[in-house]
């Protein structure tokens, strides 16, 4: 695989092993405002937008899914360092596309907190030349719109730009802004590519 100049990467599943806090925070969230909880759906869950999750049970609820937000962000912000990790095969690429002088970036469909948070707690933050979540766009993953952001911020040129994830949203995103995009699947799921332009079953492959 050739190498680029830019790589924008997705967050929890992509880079970051973050299941045990996230799932304490949707079990307690989902509890309270009577949304059933599947742990079979949690990749689902965790590549949604909690708009879009909250909007199945409860439409037309702008004032329930606000508390609702706050509740998930209040509950993972206790429980995020319960086995949060870096994956290790993530841990080699970034160190390695860092020091070939490679600019990083992370669009992810989380809140900026929660990845402020994470990315601080694994002395990682400064790794990247831009980070965007959700709530600095008006229209999350599988628009481009984060993803044309990040491009902004970093600096980078679309035919120098590499887009790595590990769901169809960010597959998307990225085929959306004109990027080279990558599927990254772990664990051999059932995953639609969404026009994906490589599968890769680690990091070590970019």
Known sequence: M???????????????????????????????????????LYNEYIRTPLDMTFSKYYPNSPCRYRDFVSRVIGVYEKTCVNGVGLFPDAERCLGRLSDEGC?????????????????ERLDISGMFASVVGQDRVAFPKPDPEPVLLCMSEMGARADDSMMIGDGVNDILAGKGAGLFSVLINRHGEDIPCGGCDARIASMDEL
Request: glycine share 8%; hydrophobic share 40%.
């Open 2 to 40: 050739r190498r680029y100049g830019f790589y924008i990467f997705d967050l929890d599943n992509t880079l970051v092993d973050s299941r045990k806090g996230y799932e304490e925070a949707f079990v307690t969230a989902f509890e309270e405002y009577g949304i059933p909880y599947d742990p079979k």
């Open 103 to 119: 600019v990083l970036g992370i669009v992810s469909n989380s809140y900026m907190a929660q990845i402020r948070e994470v990315l």
